[in-house]
């Protein structure tokens, strides 16, 4: 029997990382899937519908509100929307696919409501200090926008205690390594074996 | 800061493959402390008392018996007593390393009562008659005493849903790995992690 798939959401403040420890989990895992979300802003050259993003239209990405088809969602100051699908997380868990979802703090609570078996891991800086250096680096921001950020990143830190597992990124591969250590322990959780019992117990003698 | 050490409670029906499976991981990994329990048995030659077991009086051990002082402990047929010290166990966690702990259904049980941070690891056969073959093939007992242990593991399975992990015992060196990343994913859980909050917050800008 086919166990089911694990979704695992990896998570935390602006700068803690996500973006690099997902990409290197998917190199390093090409079976585990990412998950694609649907967004009502415009296809750009390059991009492909149903691989980058579902492109839908304000009112279909409305209904599918109104019908509780997201696991969660978010409207950005642009006015477009960005979503998780509920029906593609579905499909792929219960194609035995595990799936990583890397979303911020607000993201990841709304999926907690709707989806508590979901494995969820909050991914720290090793200080405050690295983590404003980060946010500097990246380069993406104004000064200003800077300041808010890691103001923001300092009350976010007390969502720790919502989450399951927490994984200090410091260095990229022991980071990776924690998160794998966490989804096999997970699929070793009595609760997500329910059928090994009477699967050993019919092939007795 | 140091981080607590996990008590890992192995434990599974007879049969199962506790034994050999704590032997290879005690093997692999050195640094994981084993539990040392209390007997009013004699010591044997060749035994030595605090390492085999602290050996103590019937008195003794009855004393401590009322004094709570046990983590579980059982008085089996030859009248003699078994138990995991509470101290003992205490004393090794808070030193930081992790302790071994394998034991039956019944006394894990015990365990789990009164020490519910544990890590608890049911071990299960990959079948019912591979679990009959190795009760026959250990050559310990009696047709009619296998027999027994033999019915009595099937009881034994139900106790699956008072574990929170299970571990198939097919092949020796995936169980070894699977127990590895357990002991790996629970030392990232946010519960266990409840200083490091602060000392990322207090290296702050």
């Given at each position: 029997m086919t166990q089911k798939g694990l979704l695992i959401v990896i998570s935390g403040p602006s700068g803690c990382g996500k973006g690099t420890i997902c990409k290197e989990l998917r190199r390093q895992h090409p079976e585990i899937k990412v998950s694609v979300s649907a967004t009502t802003r415009e296809i750009r050259s390059g991009e492909t519908d149903g691989k980058d993003y579902f492109f839908i239209s304000k009112e279909e990405f409305e209904r599918h509100i109104e019908e509780g088809e997201f696991l969660e969602y978010a409207r950005i100051y642009s006015g477009n929307y960005y979503g998780t699908p509920k029906k593609y997380v579905r499909d792929t868990l219960l194609s035995g696919n595990d799936l990583i979802l890397e979303i911020d703090i607000q993201g990841a609570l709304q999926v907690k409501e709707k989806f508590e078996e979901g494995v969820f891991i909050f991914l720290v800086p090793p200080s405050m200090e690295e983590l404003h250096r980060r946010l500097v680096q990246?380069?993406?921001?104004?000064p200003e926008l800077i300041m808010e950020r890691f103001k923001a990143a300092y009350e976010e830190m007390n969502f720790i205690n919502r989450y399951n597992y927490v994984v200090t990124n410091d260095k990229v591969d022991e980071a990776i390594r924690k998160i794998e250590a966490i989804i096999a322990a997970e699929k070793c959780r009595v609760i997500r074996n329910d059928a090994l019992l009477n699967e050993i117990l019919n092939g007795g003698v």
């Open positions: 990246r380069g993406r921001e104004t």
